[in-house]
């Protein structure tokens, strides 16, 4: 098994104007507590986190909608690199047969120190190229679809258009491209607009397993 998902801490970096996150002990066992416990607070999209589709359309699912089958099964990670826009064309020649998930490794590091400016975001083409072929789900190392001053979010449009769901900000340094068999685990919250998840990746013993049942 592979862990894809970035580490919370009170240094994460943050979306600019987001939440920020606060972690701290509220209970300890060394102070005289039965028990260690902590109080934790942050943003639906600190680190490795879902966006439901009523975050970028406002009839859109909200997370506690969205099938389970969305975010685990069969997926593929592709290794692009320098990449600057994701779209259509990086998958020319690309067999996704059998595939539901798509993973866009383009270079970011696992740990940010600061906060992103800039990323390869997801050109309108891509959602329905991959909603046409089978994939209902793509994650990308980036920290959104979309870059970071826009305001019309054209990736995520086309997102919603194509019932295509997204998972961002994964750790996807080290990680061979191939395929994978994906479990995301996003917070179960009721009428979230995203969550934070646990996402990890399971080889493949053989492309024969890309025939099984997998949930």
């Not at 580490?7 to 102070?31: C, F, H, K």
């Not at 969205?66 to 990086?90: Q, R």
């Not at 305001?151 to 295509?164: R, T, W, Y």
Request: with cysteine; net charge negative; charged share 15%.
């Amino acid at each position: 098994m592979i862990d894809i998902t970035r580490r919370i801490s009170n240094i994460s970096p943050n979306w600019p104007g987001d939440t920020p996150v606060q972690y701290r002990q509220t209970a300890l066992i060394a102070e005289g507590s039965s028990v260690n416990v902590a109080y934790v607070g942050f943003s639906t999209h600190t680190g490795t986190h879902v966006d439901a589709p009523w975050h970028y359309i406002d009839s859109g699912l909200k997370l506690h909608e969205v099938p389970l089958e969305t975010w685990i099964g069969a997926c593929l990670v592709v290794d692009v690199s320098g990449a600057s826009i994701l779209n259509a064309a990086l998958l020319e020649g690309v067999d996704l047969t059998g595939v539901t998930k798509v993973l866009f490794h383009t270079g970011q590091p696992n740990v940010w120190h600061t906060f992103p400016q800039v990323w390869a975001n997801v050109d309108p083409d891509l959602p329905p190229y991959l909603a046409a072929h089978g994939v209902t789900l793509i994650g990308t190392d980036a920290p959104s679809a979309d870059t970071l001053t826009s305001k019309d979010l054209p990736g995520h449009a086309a997102l919603a258009l194509s019932n295509v769901c997204i998972v961002e900000s994964l750790a996807l340094g080290g990680v061979s491209a191939g395929h994978y068999r994906l479990v995301c685990l996003p917070l179960n919250l009721e009428g979230a607009d995203g969550a934070p998840a646990r996402v990890i990746l399971e080889s493949l013993r053989s492309s024969s397993d890309m025939n099984l049942e997998l949930l």
